[in-house]
């Protein structure tokens, strides 16, 4: 089989898996992306993330994650739900409705693996989501799914942003897709409705310390009085710079059940959330991301909601 052909019999199998968009990078060093990130780092943006400054070399090589590696395979799979939250408070990011991706999405990802191997033979590979020192939103951009958008975030022209991005790094030679150009122009919607300032003037850089994502899920001590006032009702997660996003106008429902809400979730009223008790808790987010931040951290995160 042709590389050409195993390339397109690959984006095949995917698509059968349920990823809506799939792209192919070659594997290799990643200079630009290294020194950025460097810089980033200096900088303190990543707040008290300690671990991304964990296994550097690993982050800008994926040859050091798979040996022998020659292609990164990158994935989109649709999360954007058919129903959302009405309330302006106690807000959770859309993509923690259901159960956790990381474990949705790796299942199908493994599966396909194993149909590859099926097809092609024995393959040395590791399937990554939001897991391990990947940048996945650099592959994504490389294998030309999209471009990273001044919210810093894979954008792509026909279906916007609310996807979840996965990586398969094998050592299969295959023809390798163009990257696009950025398509954000002179907008600046993410930026100026950002309430924290999170994201510098000109975008494209994020100030992660600064994110209602980090400090609603990553930070693990009590939220800085500072942000008092600008949380907008986010209590786990945010999606302020993806909702005003032009391009995801373009979203439509994803086709995942597993994605969908628990039955209670999106009927719990603000005196339901701000009197949750740990059994609802446990019930509403049993298999769900937002168990991350704990019942004690939703609880932080509502409480300082409520001091707003």
Known sequence: MNIEHRTQRIKSLAKLHGFDHVGIAKAGFMEPEARRL???????YHGNMSYMENHFDKRVDPTKLVEGAKSVICLMYNYFPEKQQVTETHKIAKYAY???????VKDKMRALLADMEDEFGAISGRCFVDSAPVLERDWAKRAGLGWVGKNTLLL??????FYFLAELIVDLELAYDEEVRDHCGTCTKCIDACPTDAISPEGFVMD???CISYLTIELKEAIPTEFAGKME?????????QDVCPWNRFSSQHNEPAFDPHPQLLDMTP???NEITADVFGTLFKQSAVKRTKFAGLRRNIQFLTED
């Open 38 to 44: 460097e810089q980033w780092l200096s900088q303190g």
């Open 156 to 161: 792509n022209k026909s279906v916007g942003s």
């Open 233 to 241: 009702g986010w209590m786990f997660g945010c999606d302020i710079c």
């Open 98 to 104: 259901g159960k956790d991706y990381h474990y949705v």
């Open 271 to 273: 005196s339901d959330w």
């Open 208 to 210: 992660g310390s600064k």
